[in-house]
């Protein structure tokens, strides 16, 4: 069965840090750029981050630029979303779906509304202050 699955999540004061993983099963991840969305209590959905199929190009919200950095190992199937200084307005559950475009300038061009071949069921992230 192919699907993709987030992990990493979970309670984390503010200031400090964590590590989301993106692991694909069935599949190979490396046709496919992935991206990173978060959902907040109340809030819609919001795309945070994105890279390419072979990390050739990534984009990453405003909102989290300079403390988000995506990357992602594909002999391990897997993606990250590395998230450091978090704060309060950082919980949320965190998904990661799998884009098929092997094209290195997907990121450049994505809206983060594009239809995605796979989603995962989250990850929930909570931030103490």
């Known amino acids: 069965q192919r699907h993709v699955v987030e992990s990493g999540g979970g309670l984390v004061q503010a200031g400090g840090s964590l590590k989301l993983s993106c692991t694909a099963s069935?599949?190979?991840?490396?046709?496919?750029?992935v991206i990173w969305f978060r959902q907040a209590p109340g809030k819609q959905r919001e795309g945070v981050s994105c890279?390419?199929?072979?990390?050739?190009?990534?984009h990453y919200a405003d909102s989290v630029k300079g403390r988000f950095t995506i990357s992602r190992d594909n002999a391990k199937n897997t993606a990250y979303l590395q998230i450091n200084t978090v704060t309060p307005e950082d919980t949320a559950i965190f998904y990661c779906a799998a884009h098929w475009r092997p094209d290195p300038d997907i990121c450049t061009e994505l809206t983060y509304e594009e239809d995605y071949e796979y989603w995962g069921q989250g990850t929930q992230v909570t931030v103490s202050s």
């Open positions: 069935g599949f190979h991840l490396g046709y496919y750029a």
């Open positions: 890279i390419s199929h072979r990390a050739d190009s990534t």
